[in-house]
C-alpha cells in the first residue's frame, strides 16, 4: 500500500491538510483496500490552526518511510520553515520520495530548496511575495498545478484537490481516479496547466445538482463523446446558437465544444487502456476518434505520452504489485 505522511506545521491551513487526508484517504480498490495509508506529522504534538488547534500522532520521523509526503499550506508565508523540517524534507527528497505541496506548502518546499531550477506553482495571491523571495524557482502563478516527477507543487483551496487526484490517478489510473473524485464532489477532468482563474470545473459527469445551462450538455457528451458528434448537434442539444455555445464554453471552461470533447474521449481511452487488452486503435475508434493519428495526437497532447506508452506505464504498474504482494 502506498504510504502518505500529511505534514502539520504551526499557522497551517486546515483546509488544505483535511483535503489531502480525505481525499487520498478515500480511494478504494478493487481488492476493497484504501489506495493509500495515510498519517499525518509535525513538529509539535499540536499544533495551531487558525481558530482551532491541530493534535498530530507523529512526529517527522515519519517522514522517512512514506513513499510521498503532502506539505499543505501555511498562513503566514513569512515565518521561516524550521531547520528540522527542511533537513527532514531534504533527506526524504534525497532518498527518493515524491514530495506534493498544496497552496503556500510550495514556501515550504522553496525554503528547503527543492524547487531551485523547476517550475512551480502557489496561490496567485502570494506569487508576487513568491518570486521575490525564490528567484531561483520557475515560478508559473497561472496553472492549477505542476508535475515535475518527484517534486509535485499545486495552487490554492480546490486546486490542492486536483493535484491529490492528479497523483491518484498516476499511481493508481483513471479508473480509480474517478471514483476518487466522485467519492470527494469533485471534477476529475481539470488538468494542471489550466489556469488558475477559471470559475468552471471540466465536469467527466453531472455529480452535482445543475448550476448552469452547461451542466445538461456535458453530462450529455459525457454518454454521448463516442459518436460523431459536430458541433451544429452540441448546440442543438444545449438549445443554443453555435456562437452562443462557443461563448459559453470559453467563459465556463477555457475552451471549445470540440476541445472539451477530446478531454473527454482522451480520459474514456485511458480507462480502456488500463481495463482492457483492445488494440489502440480499435480504443481510438470505440471513444470516438475517426482515425488512429488523430488519436494519437490528441492523446499525447493531453496525457503527455503515446497511447501504448500509457498503456505500458500501467501494466509495469501491475507486475510491481504483484511481485511486491508474493515478497
Known amino acids: 500500500m502506498h504510504r502518505v505522511a500529511v505534514l502539520a506545521l504551526s499557522g ?3 483546509y488544505d491538510l483535511s483535503l489531502a487526508v480525505e481525499t487520498l484517504g478515500r480511494v478504494p480498490l478493487s481488492n476493497g483496500e484504501n489506495g493509500y495509508h495515510l498519517v499525518v506529522c509535525g513538529t509539535e504534538p499540536v499544533v495551531a490552526a487558525g481558530l482551532f488547534r491541530i493534535a498530530t500522532d507523529h512526529g517527522l520521523e515519519a517522514l522517512a518511510d512514506v513513499d ?49 531550477g523547476k517550475r512551480a ?18 515560478l508559473d502563478p497561472d496553472v492549477l498545478y505542476v508535475d515535475e516527477g518527484q517534486i509535485l507543487t499545486s495552487a490554492g483551496a480546490a486546486a490542492g484537490l486536483d493535484l491529490c487526484l492528479h497523483m491518484v490517478q498516476r499511481d493508481h489510473g483513471a479508473a480509480v481516479a474517478a471514483i476518487a473524485a466522485k467519492l470527494a464532489v469533485m471534477p476529475l477532468h481539470r488538468s494542471g496547466g489550466q489556469a488558475q482563474f477559471i470559475v468552471r470545473n471540466q465536469l467527466p459527469v453531472s455529480v452535482i445538482g445543475s448550476r448552469t445551462e452547461l451542466d445538461a450538455v456535458l453530462e450529455w457528451i459525457e454518454q454521448n463523446a463516442h459518436r460523431d458528434l459536430t458541433l451544429a448537434e452540441i448546440a442543438e442539444q444545449a ?4 456562437r452562443t455555445l462557443n ?9 471549445t465544444p470540440m476541445q472539451w470533447v477530446a478531454g473527454v474521449r482522451v480520459r474514456h481511452a485511458q480507462e480502456l487502456l488500463e481495463r482492457t487488452s483492445h488494440g489502440v486503435e480499435r480504443i481510438g475508434r470505440d471513444v470516438g476518434f475517426t482515425s ?4 494519437r495526437e490528441q492523446f499525447r497532447r493531453l496525457a503527455g505520452v503515446a497511447p501504448q506508452s500509457y498503456r505500458n506505464a500501467f ?7 504483484v511481485y511486491s504482494s508474493a515478497s
Do not use: K
Not at 515524491?98 to 524547487?115: D, H, K, P, V, Y
Not at 438549445?239 to 453555435?242: C, L, P, V
Not at 501494466?315 to 504489485?321: G, I, S, T, V
Open 239 to 242: 438549445a443554443m446558437s453555435i
Open 247 to 255: 461563448r459559453r464554453f470559453q467563459a465556463e471552461t477555457g475552451q
Open 68 to 116: 510521498t509526503i503532502v506539505v499543505p499550506g501555511c498562513h503566514d508565508v513569512d515565518v521561516d520553515t524550521p531547520a528540522d523540517v527542511i533537513d527532514a524534507l531534504r533527506s526524504a527528497h534525497a532518498a527518493g520520495t515524491r514530495i506534493a505541496s498544496i497552496c503556500t506548502g510550495a514556501f515550504t518546499l522553496a525554503a528547503a530548496g527543492l524547487l531551485d
Open 12 to 14: 497551517v491551513i486546515p
Open 292 to 295: 488512429a493519428a488523430n488519436f
Open 121 to 138: 506553482t502557489t496561490h496567485w495571491y502570494a506569487a508576487d511575495f513568491f518570486r521575490a523571495r525564490f528567484p531561483a524557482v520557475q
Open 315 to 321: 501494466r509495469e504498474r501491475a507486475l510491481d504489485e
